[in-house]
């Protein structure tokens, strides 16, 4: 008999309270980029972005469009019934995946500027990114184990490519900016290696292996989703607004 996993009531309520809060700090980046003078506006504009994107997904998450069902056969190697295969049916949030390939470029774009990166570096990191998040979505929608880790794994090399972009080159560039910008590099750019690297682990033990329900799976992702981009915006253009004209883009 197949297994069926799917979100309950949980989830669900999960989905809308996370829409609410994605509005909400949408609303307010897009007030606080009124606020500052034209030139100082980027990173407001960035991070609006990032949180309007993430309304729409869990919008349409919540409404269950954007969900999508993943069938797949697992082999048991159990006790008493050896070698059994299980069917899982799991439901599968594609509307994520979306989000992401658009919102974590958006993300490494604000960490990259606030570094001064140059435009070559930039692109290695946003290209791996985008190349992570869609062998991501090929892993999630693979109907075997074998090669549903194999996507799996070229996802983790990409993100390697990302992190190294971060925590050495822009390590290593910011240095050329006051040490006020390098010390707020070196904290927000660790707080976010330190979030995104739990999404592999999560869909390791959700989507990859089935071992956590739906419900953990959406209730997980909402605490990373709010921690990488209402609470790390907000943490970003205050900190940017208080840097009297240091910390601008060019
Ligand atoms: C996947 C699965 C394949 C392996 C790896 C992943 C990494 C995902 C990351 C997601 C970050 C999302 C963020 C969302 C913001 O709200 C695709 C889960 C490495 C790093 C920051």
Request: glycine residues 6%; charged residues 15%.
């Amino acid at each position: 008999t197949p297994i069926y996993q799917e979100a309950g009531d949980v989830g669900n309520r999960t989905l809308w309270v996370v829409f609410v809060i994605m509005l909400i700090s949408s609303i307010a980046f897009y007030a606080m980029a009124f606020r500052v003078p034209v030139q100082k506006r980027l990173f407001h504009i960035l991070t609006a972005f990032i949180t309007t994107f993430a309304t729409i997904s869990y919008f349409a998450m919540a409404v269950h469009d954007g969900v999508g069902k993943n069938e797949i056969t697992i082999k048991h190697t159990q006790k008493h019934f050896p070698d059994t295969f299980q069917t899982v049916y799991r439901e599968v949030y594609w509307a994520r995946y979306i989000d992401w390939s658009v919102t974590t470029p958006l993300l490494l774009l604000d960490l990259c500027l606030l570094a001064g990166l140059g435009g070559a570096n930039i692109l290695v990191a946003i290209v791996a990114d985008v190349i992570m998040i869609l062998t991501g979505l090929f892993a999630a929608f693979t109907v075997e184990e074998g090669p549903k880790w194999g996507w799996y794994a070229m996802a983790c090399i990409a993100y390697l490519v990302v992190v190294y972009q971060l925590a050495f080159n822009g390590r290593g560039v910011v240095q050329n900016k006051d040490k006020k910008t390098a010390t707020f590099f070196s904290a927000i750019a660790g707080f976010t290696l330190v979030l995104w690297t739990i999404y592999p682990i999560i869909w390791g033990v959700a989507d990859g292996s089935r071992n956590v329900s739906v419900d953990s799976e959406i209730v997980a992702y909402a605490v990373l989703d709010i921690l990488a981009k209402p609470v790390f915006g907000f943490w970003l253009l205050f900190t940017h607004d208080s840097m009297s004209g240091t910390a601008t883009l060019e």
